[in-house]
């Protein structure tokens, strides 16, 4: 069960430098209704997109690479309705598309069952919000075409339930770019490439993959970027590069390159508001320092600098290890503990305050930090945080004056104040989007739009990724595809996003893409020009810091090498290249199966739970129970007695499970928060997450903190409903 409004927690890292990058698949949520747009009407072919789907048709295993917006998806159904349709009478094609995003999932089965539908063909989606009430081999068996979100078939592959990959004769990858790692493409490809290599007899399907950008990983030059992309073609094991090459000038007509305009705007001169923070912060850090010899060494480390991630990873480092820190007596261990807790989450919270005072304005940042001194007060408000509490009221009053003056506005918010106006003056019918780095960034310059009346032509919709970083501005599935349709139907014209959207989405036409202090690799950035289609679109690069300017324009030289390499492999011949990819698949297999996952061996050796706050004895590893794999629960009474119980404020049931309650240390003062309470089958049981705990060796006394159940080396003694009722 994942329970997202725990997510809050202070151990999380909240300023990733990819705050959506994570598999939608396991999403809890139902699929929404579909939305319509102008992709479903039959369309004729272009000809460079009968160029592109050439090789495909032929049969050979294609990776497409061409410009976001040339009608990639298009090109995909030519292929598979190509493919279904040469199979004679008494045998027939499956075809398996992979959306690794679940708005992408929709958009493409909606897009598939269309076209496909009016042809008698069956068109079927599996994603991960349906995948628990879906018989997933027979749904296989009576379709057509699947539409799946990769997971499903990694899991269903490792399960059994799909035998093999021959079941299949056509799969297509969206976003190939992805195949590598572990990512789950790559899991696939490992199955598709053991059962090639191992000499196995079945036939395999053919391979297709999608792309806007093939990438050159840390290629520094053309040789390199060619190795890199011949990886990647012997991981999907592709033999033909296909990119528009007799067609180009009717492809340029249809996807504009937006022009590229970066502007350095100068950081605030005077920052009363920061100098104010980092003394706070470095009262902090002295009474942290101060709480005990043996953890003060912590502190006595140079070189960090207040309102940077680099603060961030130290002071969360100094978290984790102030959580496993032992003293001779446990009353002084759990003062110890407890102090440092409180000390190392309000020395984030205050980071967390001065980054996103760089970005937005000194209000948002203020109002964020009160939001946390108001829920540290109605919690169980001990008295190190009254003290700190007080410390910070102190100095509220100041704060307030430095946040209504003028004259400490931010001068990158002007400069997007400027574009902003003059775009829309030039043209009044100007579609943005606006990429920003994090969440809390979404919500401060929509309020910054909101409450600006010389911004009121703006009517900003906002789309965020469904990650569990923070409940609030979390979006659901429809809830996104909502802010899409609307966007579409001509009611916001502005629209702030996290990268979320920047892979493959089909959003209306825009004319106007501005990238606020927003960086990626050359994948990313090709992607998100792509999304400013319209003819005469412009792309804004705003940032106050020359490096990420400069780190821009490494990107375009990036992207030119990657062009120059994908020249030069077209021009190889093809036994050549299959050659070439075939050595490298051997090495890559030879490598994988040498190095077979360590299997964590269970400890059974029986282990106290301490809460990670306060240090008190929780329960012991005993007494733990395995539910469905992946779910928690402790048996017995002495647990009752530990933890109390609030009404949980988002209650939602999925799976076998209802989410009821959450749970909390019992200890006075400490209430640290541990889990949920759930109903399952006619049982109401706790659930606890691990990183809430300290793990005890009883005989040694070591203590370790682990951040995921999945490190934890437990021996697993699954739920037994009989055990319960006893
Ligand atoms: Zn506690």
């Known amino acids: 069960i994942e329970d997202d409004s725990m997510e809050n927690s202070e151990v999380q890292i909240f300023y990733r430098e990819d705050p959506e990058e994570q598999s939608l698949s396991q999403s809890p949520c139902p699929p929404a209704e579909m939305p319509s747009t102008n992709l479903y009407s039959p369309l004729k072919p272009r000809n460079y997109q009968l160029e592109l789907a050439f090789p495909a048709k032929e049969g050979k295993n294609t990776i497409i690479c061409a410009p976001t917006g040339c009608g990639k998806t298009f090109v995909s159904l030519l292929i598979c309705e190509h493919h279904l349709q040469k199979f004679s009478q008494g045998r027939k094609g499956k075809v398996v598309f992979f959306a690794n995003h679940v708005p992408v999932y929709e958009q493409q089965k909606t897009v598939f069952s269309r076209h496909f539908d009016r042809l008698g063909y069956r068109v079927t989606g599996i994603s991960g919000a349906t995948a628990e009430n879906v018989p997933v081999a027979q749904t296989i068996e009576n379709s057509d075409i699947i539409v799946l979100t990769p997971q499903i078939l990694v899991n269903n592959l490792k399960n059994g339930t799909v035998p093999s990959l021959s079941v299949f004769t056509l799969m297509i990858f969206d976003e190939c770019h992805n195949t590598s790692k572990h990512h789950p493409y790559n899991v696939i490809m490992f199955n598709y490439l053991d059962q090639k290599l191992g000499g196995f007899s079945d036939p395999l399907p053919q391979v297709i993959g999608l792309t806007a950008s093939v990438g050159v990983g840390d290629a520094g030059n053309v040789e390199e970027a060619m190795a890199h992309i011949c990886k990647l073609c012997a991981s999907l094991d592709a033999s033909v590069i296909a990119t528009v090459r007799e067609n180009l000038e009717e492809l340029e007509q249809v996807v504009s390159k937006p022009q590229k305009i970066s502007r350095k705007v100068e950081p605030r001169t005077t920052n009363r ?66 102090a440092m807790y409180l000390y190392t989450s309000h020395l984030r919270k205050y980071n967390d305050t001065l980054i996103i005072s760089e970005d937005a304005q000194i209000k948002d940042a203020l109002n964020y930090l009160k939001d946390f001194f108001n829920n540290v007060r109605a919690a169980a408000f001990d008295e190190t945080e009254q003290d700190l509490t007080r410390r910070f009221e102190e100095k509220l009053p100041e704060l307030e004056r430095v946040c209504m003056d003028p004259s400490n506005e931010n001068p990158k918010l002007r400069d997007l ?103 990626g690799n050359v994948i990313r950035m090709i992607q998100t020009r792509g999304r400013g289609r319209a003819k005469g679109s412009k792309c804004y690069l705003l940032s106050s810091n020359a490096d990420v300017i400069a780190k821009e324009n490494i990107n375009l030289y990036k992207e030119q090498m990657m062009n120059d390499s994908i020249s030069r492999l077209q021009t190889w011949d093809e036994a050549i290249f ?12 030879l490598i994988r199966d040498s190095q077979p996952k360590p299997e964590l061996v269970p400890d059974k050796e029986n282990k106290r739970l301490l809460c990670g706050k306060c240090k008190v004895l929780a329960c012991h590893t005993a007494d733990i129970r395995v539910i469905e794999e992946s779910h928690y629960t402790v048996i017995g009474d002495a647990f009752k007695k530990c933890f109390v119980r609030k009404p949980h404020p988002k209650p939602r049931s999925y799976g076998g499970f209802e989410k009821k309650e959450k749970i909390f240390c019992a200890r006075e003062n400490c209430g640290h928060d541990w889990g949920i309470r759930v109903r399952y089958k006619t049982f109401e049981i706790p659930v606890i997450k691990i990183e809430s705990f300290v793990v005890e060796d009883t005989v040694t006394g070591l203590q370790k903190q682990y951040p995921r159940w999945k490190d934890f080396p437990l021996e697993k003694i699954q739920f037994d409903a009989k055990e319960l009722s006893q």
């Open 273 to 338: 508001f920061k100098l104010i923070l980092c003394q706070l912060m470095q009262e902090t850090e002295h009474l942290a320092e101060n709480v005990s010899e043996e953890l003060g060494y912590l502190f006595r480390i140079q070189d960090r600098v207040f309102g940077t991630q680099k603060y961030e990873q130290w002071i969360v480092a100094v978290h984790k290890a102030c959580m496993v820190f032992r003293a001779p007596d446990r009353e002084e261990e759990s003062r110890i503990c407890k």
């Open 417 to 519: 104040h400027l574009i902003l106006q003059e775009e829309y003056h030039l043209n009044p019918e100007t579609r943005t989007i606006l990429f920003v780095k994090t969440r809390a960034l979404v919500d401060a310059l929509k309020k910054w739009i909101e409450e600006n009346p010389a911004l009121n032509f703006l009517k900003p919709g906002i789309l965020t990724g469904r990650g569990k970083t923070n409940d609030k501005t979390g979006m659901t599935l429809p809830a996104q595809k909502c802010v899409l349709d609307t966007f579409r139907a001509n009611g916001d014209n502005i629209l702030i996003a996290t990268s979320v959207a920047d892979e493959g989405i089909d959003i209306a036409q825009c004319n106007l893409v501005i990238l606020y202090e927003y960086v």
């Open 578 to 589: 299959q050659e070439r990819i075939h050595r490298i698949q051997n090495q890559e297999k």
